[in-house]
């Protein structure tokens, strides 16, 4: 009856304060210890590898004259966020630039990171809004080209 009386935060803080990390591996080790049964915790380690998920990103403009990429977001989520950083990993030539209805947002409520601040943090250019005339009228380059050849799905 007492046992039951001890909460099970109390239980777990004692596992943990045992060195495991839940009330049930404590509970398991001293019955394994209590039976006389041979048993040693965590002691090895076993590799795997998370299986690979292919996708494939649609932007939503691409400036024909000189390939330059633009995404427009109202709420930048941290999913897309996410995609965009792997996208730039795997795709670093690209040239892809964000377009927000408002870049001051902050990219989760109660956060100092902006949408302005992620991109510039990561390497990304970004307006408000629109377009600007300043990206429609930079250079043909053929390295953006060649860059989304070489992503194309």
Not at 93 to 105: A, H, Q, W, Y
Not at 124 to 151: G, T
Request: proline share 5%; with cysteine; hydrophobic share 35%.
């Amino acid at each position: 009856m007492a046992a039951s009386s001890i909460s099970k935060s109390g239980i777990r803080n004692r596992a943990v304060a045992a060195g495991y990390r839940s009330g049930l591996e404590d509970k398991v080790q001293s019955d394994l210890t209590s039976r006389g049964v041979p048993h040693d915790y965590e002691a090895v380690k076993v590799r795997y590898s998370k299986p690979a998920s292919h996708h494939k990103y649609t932007p939503d403009f691409r400036l024909l004259a000189n390939g330059i990429l633009v995404e427009t977001k109202g709420r930048f989520m941290t999913a897309d966020r996410t995609k965009h950083e792997l996208i730039k990993k795997q795709h670093p030539d690209l040239d892809i630039r964000f377009v927000f209805d408002r870049s001051k947002s902050p990219i989760s409520k109660g956060s100092k990171t902006t949408y302005a601040s992620w991109c510039a943090s990561r390497g990304f250019l970004f307006a408000d809004k629109s377009v600007p005339q300043e990206w429609v009228d930079e250079p043909y380059l053929q390295s953006r080209i060649d860059a989304l050849e070489a992503a194309r799905a």
